[in-house]
């Protein structure tokens, strides 16, 4: 008999299949989903208590999907907001040719993020470029691949580095948008209250956030864009300057209430003040220089003058 040959056959070691590989794949069901979000419930809830415990006390929320980033080291350390997350192991750092099986952001795409994309990253999480803004031309994009490379619709950052400017936002800000529009806006929360100003973020771009979340799909989500953007341009071409005297508009002074029974009456009384004939005009002028002009009137009141002054 062979050596062996009697022996029972067991599972093979070495390459083991993880537990949340099983059920990030069964996420695909819409019942799944519902359980999902009440994953991300359950986090929200934690990250709320563990603010009102003691530092230190309580742990990090978990997110429950994974959340990682290329770190091209361009950004200063203490600023990044990646590298804060990362230090409060909400999120893992990829080495430049790993591939992330997930959504991954960035400008390489050619579809915008939607709510389409709710299931692959509820089952494979979301990964960004922490790059510099300054450094795009230099940054090699396309060793840093993904299953699923996609770009975010136009938003407005809120961090104090490009506080105000369209689509420079940060790495929270870019996982915050992807969680929102895909529909789990706990998990956004979760991520920006970490950040002082994190709050902003989603008050700047509420409207936005919340009519992209209503799209269907990708398409969807640029028509909206669209949308926004040519209402825009339509505001700027309406704005004019109140102090720009070639405009041909008449203003009014902003700090003070127009009261239009005010301004009629003001305007009846200025014309029956400036209708007037010439003969009452030349009339009034000649009375008033011929009295000034009169020597013989102030000589007959000069006695008077006299009288007065002896007694």
Same mark, same amino acid.
Request: glycine fraction near 8%.
């Given at each position: 008999?062979?050596?062996?040959?009697?022996?029972?056959?067991?599972?093979?070691?070495?390459?083991?299949?993880?537990?949340?590989?099983?059920? @990030?794949?069964?996420?695909?069901?819409?019942?799944?989903?519902?359980?999902?979000?009440?994953?991300?419930?359950?986090?929200?809830?934690?990250?709320?208590?563990?603010?009102?415990?003691?530092?230190?006390?309580?742990?990090?929320? +978990?997110?429950?999907?994974?959340?990682?980033?290329?770190?091209?080291?361009?950004?200063?350390?203490?600023?990044?907001?990646?590298?804060?997350?990362?230090?409060?192991?909400?999120?893992?750092?990829?080495?430049?040719? /790993?591939?992330?099986?997930?959504?991954?952001?960035?400008?390489?795409?050619?579809?915008?993020?939607?709510?389409?994309?709710?299931?692959?990253?509820? /089952?494979?999480?979301?990964?960004?470029?922490?790059?510099?803004?300054?450094?795009?031309?230099?940054?090699?994009?396309? +060793?840093?691949?993904?299953?699923?490379?996609?770009?975010?619709?136009?938003?407005?950052?809120?961090?104090?580095?490009?506080?105000?400017?369209?689509? +420079?936002? $940060?790495?929270?800000?870019?996982?915050?948008?992807?969680?929102?529009?895909?529909?789990?806006?706990?998990?956004?929360?979760?991520?920006?209250?970490?950040?002082?100003?994190?709050?902003?973020?989603?008050?700047?771009?509420?409207?936005?956030?919340?009519?992209?979340?209503?799209? /269907?799909?990708?398409?969807?989500?640029?028509?909206?864009?669209?949308?926004?953007?040519?209402?825009?341009?339509?505001?700027?071409?309406?704005?004019?300057?109140?102090?720009?005297?070639?405009?041909?508009?008449?203003?009014?002074?902003?700090?003070?209430?127009?009261?239009?029974?005010?301004?009629?009456?003001?305007?009846?009384?200025?014309?029956?003040? @400036?209708? @007037?004939?010439?003969?009452?005009? $030349?009339?009034?002028?000649?009375?008033?220089? @011929?009295?000034?002009?009169?020597?013989?009137?102030?000589?007959?009141?000069?006695?008077?003058?006299? /009288?007065? $002054?002896?007694?």
């Amino acid at each position: 008999m062979k050596r062996g040959a009697g022996r029972s056959v067991g599972p093979k070691r070495g390459r083991r299949v993880p537990p949340s590989a099983g059920a @990030s794949t069964s996420r695909r069901d819409p019942h799944c989903l519902d359980a999902f979000a009440e994953e991300t419930e359950a986090a929200l809830r934690a990250c709320l208590e563990g603010e009102r415990g003691a530092e230190g006390c309580v742990p990090e929320a +978990k997110i429950p999907c994974p959340l990682a980033m290329w770190e091209l080291g361009h950004c200063d350390p203490k600023k990044c907001t990646g590298r804060k997350l990362a230090r409060k192991g909400l999120l893992r750092n990829l080495r430049l040719s /790993q591939k992330f099986p997930g959504v991954v952001l960035s400008p390489l795409a050619a579809v915008c993020v939607s709510p389409a994309d709710r299931h692959i990253i509820a /089952q494979n999480g979301v990964a960004v470029i922490d790059c510099s803004w300054a450094k795009l031309e230099e940054t090699p994009f396309k +060793k840093m691949r993904g299953g699923h490379l996609r770009l975010l619709p136009y938003l407005v950052a809120a961090n104090p580095i490009n506080y105000g400017r369209p689509c +420079k936002l $940060s790495c929270v800000e870019a996982f915050a948008a992807a969680f929102c529009i895909v529909g789990f806006p706990d998990l956004a929360t979760i991520l920006l209250r970490k950040f002082k100003w994190g709050k902003t973020f989603i008050e700047l771009n509420k409207n936005l956030l919340e009519k992209y979340a209503a799209c /269907q799909c990708h398409e969807e989500v640029l028509g909206v864009e669209k949308d926004f953007l040519a209402g825009v341009e339509e505001i700027k071409e309406e704005e004019i300057d109140p102090f720009d005297v070639d405009s041909g508009k008449e203003f009014c002074n902003p700090n003070r209430p127009i009261n239009s029974s005010r301004i009629t009456q003001s305007n009846e009384e200025s014309e029956e003040d @400036s209708v @007037s004939t010439p003969d009452d005009s $030349s009339e009034s002028s000649d009375e008033n220089s @011929s009295e000034d002009d009169d020597p013989g009137k102030f000589l007959q009141e000069q006695p008077i003058i006299n /009288q007065l $002054s002896e007694k």
